[in-house]
């Protein structure tokens, strides 16, 4: 089997961290890279150290290579929508980082192009590639826990570190409690409304820095989260409530190779690729992430109040985002 060709755009943190992780992946090749600064990272990256690796300044000039089967997108947010529908305008498979867009209109308008193209979209919701979401998914979908009642769900972190983001276009909704959205829409597929208190506004340019959330699924199931942009370490907690049990899950720091969350996420992508198959974090799941994240910060305008959410995709692309199993 030849080697899968990949390409990616975007070398932030992020984006070298996929480097390093696709170099280290069996049947792939790291075949180019792309990034506006590249000049200046040359040496950071090594990018002359890696054989075969050619290095763009644009990403538009990087998708015309006609040897790459994929890329990832790991640039600034406002660039996914618009340079995730030029590599698959372009016949590339994608997986783009997390959030896919910043509309649902945008996002919808990805999942449909892929499916026509007949190309993979997955998005780079990460924590649903967590050892530790895996039990807690199989314990969920065993019945161990019983019926489920609820889901608690805190995340904080140092903040957007990088000069390319945006604050006013987002908080820490969806910087941070998109992982945990993700997380229960993979358990449970499509929330029915949501509602928001943002908290600290003007801390960090015209976002707020915290925020506090509920999101409710068919059968009176409710995901009750905080997120935070804050300083020292981060706070990390999934748990999944039954009326047999509850599972937590748990982020394990120092962890091999083939377990990492990046590792797994990209291994998924490819093998998704390579089998014409659906991956664990779906362009649906992206989609209906997207839409919950666009609820609640309408929502925030008017604090308590719930807010619809507006069915995103069709009922059977729910179940397909929701009903996959995990890759082991």
Not at 255 to 282: K, M, V, Y
Request: hydrophobic share 40%.
């Amino acid at each position: 089997m030849s080697e899968f060709s990949i390409g990616i755009a975007g070398l932030g943190r992020w984006g070298r961290n996929y480097l390093a992780t696709l170099s280290r992946l069996p049947g792939c090749q790291v075949r180019a890279v792309a990034d506006p600064v590249l000049s200046s990272r040359r040496g950071e990256l090594g990018c002359q150290g890696v054989e075969g690796l050619r290095c763009y300044f644009s990403t538009a000039e990087m998708l015309k290579d006609n040897g790459l089967d994929g890329v990832v997108i790991a640039t600034p947010e406002t660039t996914h929508f618009p340079l995730a529908e030029l590599a698959l305008s372009r016949g590339k498979h994608v997986l783009v980082e997390k959030p896919m867009a910043l509309t649902v209109t945008e996002a919808r308008q990805l999942l449909r192009h892929a499916g026509n193209a007949g190309l993979v979209l997955a998005v780079g919701h990460t924590a649903l590639y967590l050892p530790g979401f895996s039990r807690l998914w199989a314990a969920v979908r065993s019945g161990r826990l019983g019926r489920l009642q609820r889901m608690l769900a805190v995340r904080t972190s140092a903040g957007p570190g990088s000069a390319g983001r945006n604050p006013a276009v987002r908080g820490p909704l969806w910087d941070l409690a998109a992982h945990d959205i993700a997380m229960a829409v993979a358990l449970l597929g499509t929330p029915v409304a949501g509602r928001c208190r943002a908290g600290d506004s003007g801390t960090v340019g015209q976002a707020a820095t915290a925020s506090a959330y509920e999101l409710a699924f068919a059968g009176g199931v409710v995901l009750r989260g905080r997120c935070r942009w804050q300083a020292g370490p981060a706070r990390r907690a999934f748990i999944a409530i039954g009326t047999r049990g509850r599972c937590r899950c748990t982020e394990t720091r120092i962890e091999p190779f083939e377990q990492r969350p990046l590792t797994r996420q990209c291994a998924d992508f490819i093998g998704a690729c390579r089998n014409h198959t659906t991956p664990f974090s779906s362009a649906a799941l992206g989609l209906i992430v997207t839409a919950s994240l666009a609820a609640l910060s309408a929502a925030a305008a008017t604090p308590g109040q719930w807010r619809t959410i507006d069915e995103p995709c069709h009922s059977d692309r729910v179940v397909r985002c929701s009903a996959i199993g995990i890759p082991t």
